[in-house]
């Protein structure tokens, strides 16, 4: 390309220069030039012309109906590309709207699903809360019914210890009221009788309330473990942080108890 082109130019630099050596014409502007050689050159000239610049004119010629045709097509594409973006809007919004459908539907499944587990994790605490009380109210009666037979027994004991002490002293000292020698004698151990009787009946009575004071603190503990556990459970049920376990209140309640005695 760049031959040809550098050809152009030099055939129209000798055309030039035949032109301005060309013998005039007298009372003329003309000249007389060499047909044959300009010829050759106009020749060489067209030769050398590229067939794009050809092409070019032809595109020039043409060109409202060219820029015309692209607009068409140009306004085509553009009415098409926007149906289909209209088109795939609006299948776009028809899938959102049946997945927010989905997913509500979803939603609203587990939110029942997690209320009725729920609601049978509550049931269940309530029922199991309420079977501990019982027990627990049984277990208490049984030792109070216990600890009260208990302290009667000991308490008759103590009593007929007591009375049979007195009796005993007070026969000693019937018998012993005649001997006036030993009258100071059966007065002293009869006041040490009476006071052996007396402190008999205090330790006896001391035990038994000790005794009863031991099995009421026991209870109490096992009570204060079934208030924590159940206590637990219902703050495990609100924050849904899993299964309550009661079992681990009742050990340590029966390890305390242990300790105690």
Do not use: W
Not at 153 to 174: D, F, H, L, W
Not at 201 to 209: G, N
């Amino acid at each position: 390309m760049g031959l040809l082109v550098y050809r152009v130019f030099e055939a129209l630099d000798e055309l030039v220069a035949i032109v301005e050596e060309a013998r005039g014409v007298p009372m003329t502007a003309g000249c007389v030039v060499p047909r044959g050689d300009v010829l050759e050159l106009l020749d060489d000239v067209r030769d050398a012309i590229p067939g794009e610049l050809d092409d070019a004119q032809d595109v020039l010629d043409h060109k409202d109906k060219l820029v015309g045709d692209a607009r068409s097509n140009a306004e085509k594409t553009v009415s098409s590309a926007n149906a289909e973006a209209n088109s795939t809007i609006e299948n776009a919004r028809d899938d959102a709207d049946r997945i927010l459908a989905d997913a509500k539907a979803q939603a609203d499944r587990m939110v029942a699903e997690a209320r009725a587990h729920a609601e049978q994790l509550v049931t269940d605490a309530r029922a199991e809360a309420e079977s501990s009380v019982a027990e627990g109210q049984r277990e208490y009666d049984a030792l109070t019914g216990r600890a009260r037979s208990e302290a009667d027994r000991m308490i008759e004991s103590g009593k007929a210890s007591y009375e049979r002490s007195v009796a005993e002293g007070t026969a000693e000292q019937a018998r012993l009221v005649s001997q006036t020698e030993v009258v100071q004698a059966a007065h002293a151990e009869s006041a040490r009788v009476i006071d052996s009787a007396h402190a008999e009946s205090d330790r006896l009575r001391s035990d038994c309330d000790l005794y009863v004071d031991t099995k009421l603190a026991e209870f109490e503990d096992f009570l204060n473990g079934t208030v924590r556990s159940v206590g637990r459970g219902r703050q495990q049920l609100r924050t849904g942080s899993g299964v309550p376990d009661y079992a681990s209140d009742y050990d340590v309640d029966d390890r305390r108890a242990e300790r105690r005695r």
